[in-house]
Nanobody, 124 residues
């Protein structure tokens, strides 16, 4: 069992930045592929960014390319999502996820464990 805790959300004006963090209580994340997803009201959960176990390969949704960066620090047992140039359409609940898989995961069913979610609201 892996318990993920995601944090760092908040209210920010358009053009601003936020940094989300995801940690696993008492466990290393180095054996897990990691992803950040988001879900806005009335919409399906969608991948924002994903990274392999080693951190060597990343994936980004087209809507966030060039603005968001996923990174992992296996020594500190954390995964981060740096979000810059935020837009109102980025408003959603953001979730981190861990998957027992060798490569990237880009859909929810490819992940085994989820954080509780952190709200990101971008005002215009």
């Amino acid at each position: 069992q892996v318990r993920l805790v995601d944090s760092g959300g908040g209210l920010v004006q358009a053009g601003g930045s936020l940094r989300l963090s995801c940690t696993a209580s008492g466990r290393t994340l180095s054996n897990w592929a990691m992803g950040w997803f988001r879900q806005a009201p009335g919409r399906e959960r969608e991948v924002v960014a994903a990274v392999t176990r080693s951190g060597g390969v990343t994936h980004y949704a087209d809507s966030v390319k060039g603005r968001f960066t996923i990174s992992r620090d296996n020594a500190k047992i954390a995964v981060y999502l740096q979000m810059n140039s935020l837009k109102p359409e980025d408003t959603a609940v953001y979730y981190c996820a861990a998957g027992d898989r060798p490569g990237l995961g880009v859909i929810p069913r490819e992940y085994d464990y989820w954080g509780q979610g952190t709200q990101v609201t971008v005002s215009s």
